[in-house]
């Protein structure tokens, strides 16, 4: 049997916001209904001794988590993307591994390129706004 998923269309403001998310301003317009935010992000792989954990809130969030993986190309965790999901259902907790989404070697190489394989653990918490009262 076929799943189906709702279709939603986006709010051509929340989509052009989400690609300009670089500073509590802009993350306001784009999330105007989250109050606060707590990501944390670990990263594991090539190019790490260990792990690299990172916490993020609403004045340092970006769209997209930088992979340290130096071999990377275009690589890293988009999270402005699953921030949008969470608020159009209204979530407020999500967690997930992922891996890299890049390529390692030089946007320039002829030959086949290889995936990145380093991983990031996150986890978001959000708490939005309380609804307005007539």
Same mark, same amino acid.
């Given at each position: 049997?076929?799943?189906?998923? &709702?279709?939603?269309?986006? &709010?051509?403001?929340?989509? =052009?916001?989400?690609?300009?998310? *670089? !500073?509590?301003? %802009?993350?306001?317009?784009? +999330?105007?209904?989250?109050? #606060?935010? !707590?990501?944390?992000?670990? $990263?594991?792989?090539?190019?790490?001794?260990?792990?690299?954990?990172?916490?993020?809130?609403?004045?340092?969030? %970006?769209? @997209?988590?930088?992979?340290?993986?130096?071999?990377?190309?275009?690589?890293?965790?988009?999270?402005?993307?699953?921030?949008? $999901?969470?608020? %159009? @259902?209204?979530?407020?907790? +999500? /967690?997930?591994?992922?891996?890299?989404?890049?390529?390692?070697? %030089? &946007?320039?190489?002829?030959?086949? *390129? =290889? &995936?990145?394989?380093?991983? +990031? =653990?996150?986890?978001? #918490?959000?708490?939005?706004?309380?609804? /307005?009262?007539?």
């Amino acid at each position: 049997m076929r799943q189906s998923f &709702p279709i939603i269309i986006l &709010p051509a403001k929340s989509l =052009n916001s989400l690609f300009i998310m *670089r !500073d509590k301003k %802009t993350f306001t317009i784009a +999330f105007p209904t989250i109050s #606060d935010l !707590d990501v944390t992000v670990t $990263e594991s792989g090539k190019g790490l001794s260990k792990y690299i954990k990172s916490t993020f809130t609403q004045a340092t969030i %970006t769209k @997209t988590i930088k992979c340290s993986n130096p071999a990377c190309y275009k690589g890293g965790l988009n999270i402005a993307m699953k921030l949008w $999901e969470m608020v %159009t @259902t209204q979530s407020t907790h +999500f /967690e997930a591994i992922v891996k890299c989404n890049g390529l390692e070697g %030089t &946007p320039l190489s002829k030959r086949k *390129r =290889n &995936p990145c394989l380093n991983e +990031f =653990n996150y986890t978001i #918490d959000l708490k939005y706004n309380a609804p /307005e009262s007539n």
